[in-house]
């Protein structure tokens, strides 16, 4: 009994982490249009279902460079909805840069980063570390 109990919290001390359809599709919207250009934004979880990221929140201010995205975090709001960050990149790679992997260790959880051509294949998610994660889309 003991054991199984142990078992149990195991398990619940990860996050299995969703994204919702039409917010990737407001992702993918969003990527395209500003290309060549990189987009960035915030991701934000539903009230009820906590682990499922529902929506995008873009920061006034962000400066969407064609090197790099810059995010002025000190606008961010206080929402502890607030999850993590999402950015594009104008090539085909969606693996983190130097700034990136800096980004991803002082703000937030889970980080997406969605390459060109901006498709459900081409986004790739983070933990803080820069560890690849995997969402289920919902
Ligand atoms: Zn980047």
Redesign the pocket.
């Known amino acids: 009994m003991l054991f199984l109990k142990k078992n149990k919290t195991r398990q619940h001390t990860k996050v299995d982490w969703k994204i919702k359809h039409n917010c990737l599709d407001l992702i993918i919207e969003c990527a395209k249009s500003i290309y060549p250009n ?1 987009f960035g934004a915030l991701l934000r979880v539903d009230d009820q279902q906590k682990s499922t990221i529902s929506e995008i929140i873009l920061l006034p201010g962000t400066v969407q460079g064609e090197t ?2 810059i995010f002025k975090l000190h606008m961010m709001p206080i929402d502890f909805n607030i999850v993590g960050t999402v ?3 104008p090539s085909p790679f969606p ?3 130097d ?2 992997l800096e ?1 991803f260790r002082k703000h937030g959880r889970v980080h997406i ?1 969605i390459a060109n051509p901006y498709n459900y294949f081409s986004w790739k998610a983070y933990d803080y570390n820069g560890d690849e994660i995997k969402i289920e889309v919902v």
Request: proline letters at 8%; zero cysteines.
């Open positions: 990189e790099h995205t950015h594009s990149h693996i983190p840069s700034a990136d980004l980063i």
